[in-house]
T-cell receptor, first 116, second 109 residues
Framework: GAVVSQHPSWVICKSGTSVKIECRSL??????MFWYRQFPKQSLMLMAT?????????EQGVEKDKFLINHASLTLSTLTVTSAHPEDSSFYIC????????????FGPGTRLTVT | RKEVEQDPGPFNVPEGATVAFNCTYS??????FFWYRQDCRKEPKLLMS???SGNEDGRFTAQLNRASQYISLLIRDSKLSDSATYLC??????????FGKGTRLSVIA
């Protein structure tokens, strides 16, 4: 399958700081990437859809000014958690959609964020 | 009705057993269907796509029933390494994946 990388794999930060997470499709160009969040023992929750060259589409209840998404190229999307708080601690996972066929999606390995 | 529904389990089965999961979806216009596998504290990984004609990959068989709007996953000869959460995933159109909450499988020695 296709390969999606994510960096960093884990991060610990202090409350009030910002954290940037990168998501890259390594062997294909992804016009659309997705950002998910998963709390322990919960299902994946879609946060936003990231479109190359245009603004991201946020799901209801997700603050766009807090979770900044930039899809600068066909292989890179970034999520910045601004002014992080302990309740933002979670597992953040990106995915990229193969742009043809039946639209398979491949996931990055995730970023575990802990805000102290 | 939720978009995608799965029995959360857990399903506890002995090694070598055959186990089947079902998943129902509400949007009859859904075009693509997948099973993903997620291990604890890891990202979901694509297990197999589900085609209208059904498909098989080794010990795994996936079926789609459009009339009843469900998909199934059959695992034969279960291995300890099959223990994971299995996510049913549906694409209603050219939109993001819709995930079920997952079915947890534990294969016991």
């Amino acid at each position: 399958g296709a390969v999606v990388s994510q960096h960093p794999s884990w991060v610990i930060c202090k409350s009030g700081t910002s954290v940037k997470i990168e998501c890259r499709s390594l062997d294909f160009q992804a016009t659309t990437m997705f950002w998910y969040r998963q709390f322990p023992k919960q299902s994946l929750m879609l946060m936003a859809t990231s479109n190359e060259g245009s603004k991201a589409t946020y799901e209801q209840g997700v603050e766009k000014d807090k979770f900044l998404i930039n899809h600068a190229s066909l292989t890179l999307s970034t999520l910045t958690v601004t002014s992080a708080h302990p309740e933002d601690s979670s597992f953040y996972i990106c995915s990229a959609r193969v742009p043809q066929g039946i639209y398979e999606q491949y996931f990055g390995p995730g970023t575990r964020l802990t805000v102290t | 009705r939720k978009e995608v529904e799965q029995d959360p389990g857990p399903f506890n089965v002995p090694e070598g057993a055959t186990v089947a999961f079902n998943c129902t979806y509400s949007n009859s216009a859904s075009q693509s269907f997948f099973w993903y596998r997620q291990d604890c504290r890891k990202e979901p990984k694509l297990l197999m796509s589900v085609y209208s004609s059904g498909n098989e990959d080794g010990r795994f068989t996936a079926q789609l029933n459009r009339a009843s709007q469900y998909i199934s996953l059959l695992i034969r000869d279960s291995k300890l390494s099959d223990s994971a959460t299995y996510l049913c995933v549906v694409i209603p159109g050219n939109t993001p994946l819709v995930f079920g909450k997952g079915t947890r499988l534990s294969v016991i020695a």
